[in-house]
């Protein structure tokens, strides 16, 4: 078993040193021992980095993206149906066999680093930021599958290789405990600079949070989704996280439209953040992927959001549309008078959209001023919804340049910690907690006060309300952040969905207007210059949402259950393992 973990150990170490200077500091790399990595802080910090670029996160998600945090929801286009998960094991997932690779290098970074002579604070330093990764990689495990095999050991070729699933709660309270280790282990620990992006302190506490919350969930307890013993422990591992992250300095960002600024300098919401450095590491955003095509090269259609997301934005006022005392609200001037957020995260027709630097340049989906590859098309390939976002785009790059965005990716942001505590708060009985933390990220956001300085939450007061409340918030606050899946998922309501339609918006311009007399590409046009219909968007394949109850948790894949006869299949895929608690 040494043979193999050193093996491993001198192809991390070769990957993670490959490309840097620091190379040039190591006598004859060629022979260099194992043993020496955990007895030298720059070696054993170059496995750990390399770990990092294995375990999180490599970039923002996107509305089609089963990569990352991405998957098909209800704010973009992509519908979740029999296709994206099927019963030979193969499913939506796809990283149990990378996960288990992630977690054996970890394990033998936590045992072998006992072995070397690097100072505590430095080894401690270390650890932590495994014990984190390790939570990480059984966090993405346990949320898709269920319980799996808890493998808190480097296995080598004499070890029993056919371990057996252990319960969800187990691998719960595993994660749980290598985060309380972490926690301890990098208390007083805020990397900034060129270290920001590193697991501190504040990081374990906001995830801890994100984990408590699956435990508690209706994801994990279908039986007593809201009157179970895991809500007072969430309630308290947000908590922490809410206070302990603000005595540290962490608080939302003064502007939302300002969070994912090139590359967040100062933005003190950012608690868990990946970084991108043009020219070292770019395209972080996907920004070719989220482009209208005629402003980008190779790819769109990324992150277009469909018309259910974009009526669900509330009025300046705060007030959901049709209910506003201060604000008419009509299909034919939509965009107008609404949460600021809109703003942000939704570019419609006729919005000023001035990408590649061209100043005044509108964004037209219509079918005569816009390109037919920008245009609204409800067709099967190469969708189009009649809307784009801009956020976390950065404009005024050309289209030759459009792959170079390096606006770094916020995993867990201030904002996320308050709203896991709101919702913690609000399950546990303290829902005025709750509506507090509603009424500052809707202050934030820009949404008038009103006379009674609830920010349109005028009426809302029992936990039922609360909870549809932050049901909602989350949907508008986070867009295109990649946690609408997760939510809807956690919540269990994707049967919400079932037998809807995604739709777009077609624009055409009004009765009497030549466009002849304004070339494409002057920018003339307004908003007020076009009719709106609303339009399904169709499908080859399946057009309306269709989730069963077995896709909350996916099958394990069939060729891991071939390699180890011990593994059971989930109740709903033909097995007999029960996933929940």
Not at 199 to 223: Q, T
Not at 334 to 344: H, K, L, S, V
Not at 531 to 557: G, H, K, M
Request: charged share 25%; hydrophobic share 35%.
């Amino acid at each position: 078993m040494k043979k193999i973990k050193n093996i491993i150990i001198v192809a991390s170490i070769m990957l993670a040193l490959g490309c840097s200077d620091d190379v040039l500091d190591i006598k004859n790399l060629g022979a260099f021992e194992p043993s020496a990595t955990w007895n030298d802080p720059a070696l054993a910090n170059a496995y750990l980095t390399n770990l990092y670029a294995e375990v999180m996160p490599v970039a923002w998600p996107t509305g089609d993206d089963a990569i990352h945090s991405g998957l098909p929801a209800d704010e973009t286009v992509g519908v979740l149906g029999p296709e994206s998960i099927t019963i030979n094991g193969h499913s939506w997932s796809g990283n149990f066999n990378n996960q288990y690779s992630d977690i054996r290098k970890i394990n033998i970074l936590l045992s072998e680093i006992e072995t070397g002579d690097i100072s505590t604070s430095i080894k401690n330093t270390i650890v932590g930021q495994a014990l984190f990764l390790r939570a990480w990689s059984y966090f993405n495990l346990v949320r898709v599958y269920g319980g799996v095999p808890l493998l808190l050991e480097a296995q080598g070729i004499d070890d029993d290789l056919l371990v057996s699933r252990a319960s969800s709660l187990e691998v719960f309270n595993a994660i749980m405990a290598d985060l309380d280790q972490a926690i301890t282990l990098l208390e007083g620990q805020k990397f900034a600079d060129n270290d920001k992006g590193r697991i501190g302190l504040g990081s374990a506490l906001a995830f801890k949070g994100r984990v408590a919350l699956y435990m508690a969930s209706p994801l994990f307890n279908p039986n007593a989704p809201y009157n179970n013993q895991y809500w007072a422990a969430a309630l308290s591992a947000t908590e922490t996280a809410k206070d302990q992250l603000a005595s540290m300095g962490f608080a939302l960002n003064p502007t939302y439209s300002d969070i994912f600024s090139v590359n967040n300098e100062g933005n003190n919401e950012a608690v868990l953040t990946v970084k991108f450095t043009d020219p070292d590491r770019s395209n972080g955003r996907r920004e070719d992927k989220v482009r209208p095509l005629t402003q980008s090269k190779n790819a769109t259609g990324g992150d277009q959001p469909v018309w259910k997301h974009v009526e669900a934005y509330p009025m300046a006022d705060g007030r959901t549309i049709g209910t506003s005392p201060t604000y008419d609200y009509d299909l034919q001037t939509y965009w107008e008078n609404r949460d600021p957020r809109f703003y942000t995260n939704v570019v419609y027709n006729g919005a000023i959209f001035e990408l590649s630097g061209i100043s005044g340049r509108r964004q037209y989906t219509d079918r005569v001023l816009a390109d037919s590859q920008d245009a609204f098309d409800e067709n099967a390939d190469f969708v189009r919804t009649g809307f784009y976002t801009r956020k976390g785009l950065q404009e005024n790059l050309i289209v030759e340049q459009v792959a170079l965005n390096d606006t770094d990716w916020i995993e867990i942001r201030y904002a996320e910690v308050l709203l896991n505590f709101a919702e913690a708060a609000n399950e546990t009985g303290h829902t005025d907690d709750a509506l507090n933390v509603l009424m500052q990220i809707r202050e934030r956001a820009g949404i008038e006060p009103g006379a009674d300085n609830k920010y349109g939450l005028t009426g809302i007061s029992s936990q039922e309300d609360v909870r549809e409340a932050i049901y909602n918030e989350r949907y508008i606050e986070f867009a295109y952040e990649g946690k609408r899946f997760w939510d809807l998922k956690r919540w269990r309501r994707w049967a919400d969905l079932n037998g809807t339609t995604e739709q777009g918006l077609r624009s055409s311009l009004k009765e009497g207007i030549d466009p002849t007399t304004d070339p494409r590409g002057a920018f003339e046009y307004l908003p007020t210059d076009f009719d709106y219909e609303i339009v399904p968007i169709l499908r080859a394949t399946f057009r309306e949402y269709t989730v069963s109850e077995s896709y909350y948790f996916a099958p394990i894949p069939l060729e891991q259950i071939q390699r180890n006869s011990n593994l059971e299949q989930n109740i709903d895929w033909g097995g007999s393992f029960n996933p929940t608690f």
